[in-house]
């Protein structure tokens, strides 16, 4: 089994930075895509970034390029997520996934799922 917990949101002006964290408490963590997903109070889930196991790829959604980094210590079974240039499109509930397949991950149906952290951005 794996549990997910993410951190590090909070409230911040347009500008401003964060950066999240997903804390993993499986052993095979290395084997494992982690990603990033988002939903606003309601919408659709929308896909932000991924990094697959060996930290050698990285995706990004369109909306997010340039703006934010993913980057994971496998050896503290952590990913984290910096944002920068941050603004109140990106106020929305952020989750963290993991799955052994990232094409499974990234259309929203990964096997495991954290319960959020809060981003919100002021204007």
């Known amino acids: 089994q794996v549990q997910l917990v993410e951190s590090g949101g909070g409230l911040v002006q347009a500008g401003g930075s964060l950066r999240l964290s997903c804390a993993a408490s499986?052993?095979?963590?290395?084997?494992?895509?982690i990603g990033w997903f988002r939903r606003a109070r309601g919408k659709e889930r929308e896909f932000v970034a991924a990094?697959?196991?060996?930290?050698?790829?990285?995706y990004y959604a369109d909306s997010v390029k340039g703006r934010f980094t993913i980057a994971r210590e496998n050896t503290s079974n952590t990913v984290y997520l910096q944002m920068n240039g941050l603004t109140p499109e990106d106020t929305v509930l952020y989750y963290c996934?993991?799955?052994?397949?990232?094409?499974?991950?990234?259309?929203?149906?990964?096997?495991?799922w954290g319960r959020g952290t809060q981003v919100t951005v002021s204007s």
């Open positions: 499986a052993r095979a963590f290395s084997t494992l895509d």
């Open positions: 996934t993991a799955d052994v397949d990232i094409s499974t991950m990234r259309r929203g149906t990964a096997k495991y």
């Open positions: 990094i697959r196991r060996s930290g050698g790829n990285t």
